[in-house]
């Protein structure tokens, strides 16, 4: 068979491009040939998973990470102009960070610094990848450090997301995981809506404004940022819907397969764009909420270690 590996991270222990060679090594060790294409879906991954594909050179730059400490941190720029920004690199929730990790204090500033540095390298189109952030600031560190910097020279942003959260409910959605409590995440909110009527265009009305605790809004009514699907920005750049019109099986991946995984989330933009081409899921765990969503798949595998993705490639059946 022909089959296409296009796996995200399972995040925190193996890397895309991790889990689509364990999965292609079993795969061609049972006469298959193996297509590999790591994906993200915004969040972690998205940088390594467009390196490639967009022809990026990793710049290290100067930054803080959300309580203004300083730190370095990893962007991409490609010879088109086009630059990828983690926004996780230096303002994510787990950037290292001796200090109290405070949710109302932690900002974007050091993305800010980023994208700021990536136009002064010639930068025309900022890319940002908006996901795993530590922050509920509604932009607004990144806006002053852009500032700062003397702006973006006119290059224009796209924030991508996975997720369609407006601007004022980043804190009731998000704010928990990132350590508020009910009283800060009211808090937290009461800013939001304060911030929104700061900004040049009003961002609460906005699908998907809500990311990254308001920065992709701030950024929307700040710079006028596109804001567009990870996924499927990812899956455009790297030349998934020509790769699957040649493939007889799919295999996608994550770390955790589970209700959640139906919105928004690289597994179910793969399976929009498959056209009958089946698809198997090989993943480190299952939820109890997956449902129905299970048969969408030929099958599900369990794989939580290199050793079982190579078994899970070897036994790959249509």
């Not at 990828?84 to 960070?97: N, Q």
């Not at 003397?150 to 928990?176: E, Q, S």
Request: with cysteine.
């Amino acid at each position: 068979m022909r089959i296409l590996i296009a796996p995200d991270s399972f995040k925190g222990t193996y890397g895309a491009a991790d889990v689509a060679e364990a999965v292609a090594t079993g795969a061609e060790s049972a006469g298959h040939r193996a297509v590999r294409m790591p994906v993200a879906d915004g969040g972690e991954g998205t940088l390594d998973a467009l390196l490639g594909p967009l022809g990026l050179e990793r710049v290290e730059a100067d930054a803080v990470n959300p309580w203004r400490v300083p730190c370095r941190a990893v962007f991409g720029i490609g010879p088109d102009g086009t630059a990828v920004v983690e926004l996780a690199a230096a303002s994510g929730i787990t950037t290292p960070h001796d200090g109290p990790r405070d949710a109302v204090t932690a900002d974007t500033y050091g993305t800010g610094m980023l994208m700021a540095t990536a136009a002064q390298r010639g930068a025309r189109h900022i890319v940002v990848a908006a996901g795993g952030s530590a922050t509920t600031d509604g932009g607004l560190g990144a806006i002053a450090a852009i500032d700062d910097a003397g702006g973006l020279g006119g290059a224009r942003v796209t924030v991508l997301t996975d997720v369609t959260t407006r601007y004022t409910d980043a804190a009731r959605v998000f704010g928990p995981q990132k350590g508020a409590d009910p009283a800060t995440v009211e808090a937290l909110t009461r800013r939001l809506e304060d911030t929104a009527l700061s900004l040049p265009r009003d961002p609460r009305e906005v699908a998907g404004t809500g990311a990254a605790g308001g920065f992709s809004g701030g950024m929307w009514a700040r710079f006028g940022a596109e804001l567009r699907s990870g996924a499927d920005f990812v899956l455009d750049s790297v030349g998934f819907d020509a790769a699957v019109r040649d493939a007889d099986l799919v295999v996608v991946g994550e770390g955790r397969l589970d209700g959640q995984s139906r919105a928004g989330k690289i597994v179910s933009a793969i399976l929009a764009r498959c056209d009958g081409v089946p698809v198997v899921a090989v993943v480190g765990s299952v939820g109890d909420d997956l449902g129905d969503y299970r048969t969408r798949f030929t099958d599900v595998v369990v794989a939580s270690d290199t050793d079982a993705m190579v078994r899970a490639g070897a036994g790959l059946r249509l």
